[in-house]
């Protein structure tokens, strides 16, 4: 049963080209899942666990997310065809989702932007970025300076200002025309530039702060963001980037004399190829992201052996369909995920009933959907859609563990993790909003919980909980001028 929408979804892909038209043109993009990403490398600072966390970059599994995490994201965030709206306008603009976490919490987003004219070839972007969920609290600033060369030809200046000296960094670009009409954009970073004068300026007054780092070996990004042109309806995307390793020194903790050294590096590449004309699209997708680290010993004068580790590795395959008729669409995302989550120690071990539980490799496939039927208006009004949205895990290896008949598969995982890995998660959602204009819109949305809250990640023996009646609230808002 836990396959059935899957198997329904697959369906629906062989009959509904036959029973609908050809109407709106509905095109997706990864550039969102791009700058999700980038900013995980660029503003450090804010990434869950500040900059010495000592369990990977991407902040694959912490203990203060909830089971239901990923799949909030997965119903509240704006989809890949809003974030084809946004990124493929230059329009200065506002959009923001806030969407219920527990009863005290909401996760939330917000961007805005505006370019500011200065001469006939120059202008100022300026955007600011507010994100907080389980994996980042971030709020940046992003001034910048764009420069036209030619009519084609654009090079500019962007710098992050944040409330952490030494959490700089200047973005260095160079675009080729423009990604509405085929484009592409090439990116130099200096991460966190000012970091080793703050350091040094802190050793010479003096300054005691455990936040402080040194760079032995200073990190640079780069980055390439591009759009083909379309072609007899067909249109490619590529993103990529690389952080060269980041090597640096720093106390262990606060009130500790010890010295460690830090090793990390990071990379994320995406392609998509989409064939879009009113009424039908068709995407499909490959994302991968990668990020290793490594702490030591600073030297050989230690009173406690450190040499531990983590490895984050994602794989993703997805595709999309929308079609349309009228008034009326339906779009279905589904993703197949690869994920490797590692944490490696060469001293320290934890055991729990004869079986160590740190460090762990723990290993899954995993499947992720969102699909709708909506009604939008065809300039300005009432619109309205229901969703499906689902998250099944797979936990994969050879370690299973057998306690009082009930067999535990990657019984470490679980026993860091004890309310986090469930196998199945499901809700239904209904949304309703207004198009003020083609420059304005709101979305509200609840959800309905069908899951019943299903345990057993680690067991084959699964029971349920009565499925409650709301599963979370959200809304979405969104103004260009």
Do not use: C
């Not at 563990?401 to 026993?415: L, M, N, S």
């Not at 004890?418 to 509200?444: C, D, V």
Request: glycine content about 8%; aromatic content about 14%.
């Amino acid at each position: 049963m836990r396959y059935t929408p899957v198997v329904l979804l697959g369906l629906l892909l062989l009959v509904l080209p036959h029973i609908l038209s050809a109407q709106d043109l509905r095109q997706t993009t990864l550039f969102g899942w791009e700058e999700r990403t980038q900013m995980m490398m660029l503003d450090s600072y804010h990434n869950y666990g500040g900059i010495f966390y000592d369990q990977g970059l991407l902040r694959y599994t912490n203990n203060d997310m909830t089971k239901e995490h990923d799949l909030d994201l997965l119903t509240y965030r704006f989809t890949e065809l809003e974030d084809h709206k946004w990124y493929y306008n230059r329009e200065n603009s506002f959009r923001t989702w806030m969407g219920s976490y527990d009863l005290g919490m909401f996760l939330h987003a917000a961007t805005i932007r505006n370019v500011i004219p200065i001469t006939d070839r120059l202008t100022m972007p300026l955007q600011i970025t507010r994100r907080f969920d389980m994996r980042a609290d971030r709020a940046l600033l992003i001034p910048g300076l764009e420069y036209r060369l030619l009519d084609e030809h654009h090079i500019g200046l962007r710098h992050t200002i944040t409330e952490n000296k030494p959490d700089l960094d200047a973005i260095f670009w160079y675009r080729y025309r423009e990604f509405q009409t085929g484009g592409v954009q090439l990116e130099l970073i200096a991460l966190d530039w000012m970091n080793n004068a703050a350091y040094d300026l802190g050793q010479r007054r003096g300054t005691r702060t455990p936040q402080l780092r040194r760079y032995e070996h200073r990190p640079w990004m780069a980055s390439i963001k591009a759009a083909s042109p379309v072609w007899n309806y067909l249109r490619a995307e590529l993103v990529a980037g690389i952080q060269t390793p980041q090597i640096s020194s720093a106390k262990s903790v606060e009130g500790s004399d010890e010295y460690f050294r830090d090793r990390m590096v990071a990379r994320y590449a995406g392609l998509m190829a989409e064939y879009a004309r009113p009424g039908f699209t068709f995407a499909l997708t490959w994302q991968h992201r990668r990020g290793s680290f490594k702490r030591s010993n600073y030297d050989d004068t230690y009173s406690e052996p450190l040499d531990i580790g983590s490895v984050e590795n994602q794989h993703r395959l997805g595709a999309f369909l929308s079609l349309s008729r009228g008034r009326f669409y339906t779009d279905h995302h589904l993703w197949y995920n690869y994920n490797r989550d590692a944490q490696f120690d060469g001293h320290e071990e934890t055991v729990q009933q004869g079986v160590v539980i740190y460090p762990y490799d723990f290993r899954e496939r995993r499947w992720m959907m969102r699909n709708r039927i909506g009604y939008n208006p065809s300039d300005k009004g009432f619109h309205a859609a229901i969703q499906w949205s689902a998250d099944y895990r797979q936990p994969r290896g050879r370690f299973e563990f057998e306690d009082t008949g009930v067999v535990h598969t990657w019984f470490p995982y679980q026993r860091n993790y004890p309310f986090l890995i469930w196998m199945t998660q499901e809700r239904l959602t209904l949304l309703l909003g207004y198009r003020f204009s083609g420059k304005a819109e709101l979305t509200l949305g609840a959800s309905l919980d069908v899951d019943g809250d299903q345990r057993g990640a680690y067991r084959d023996g699964k029971r349920k909980f009565s499925p409650s009646l709301f599963d979370g609230g959200f809304a979405k808002l969104v103004v260009y001028w």
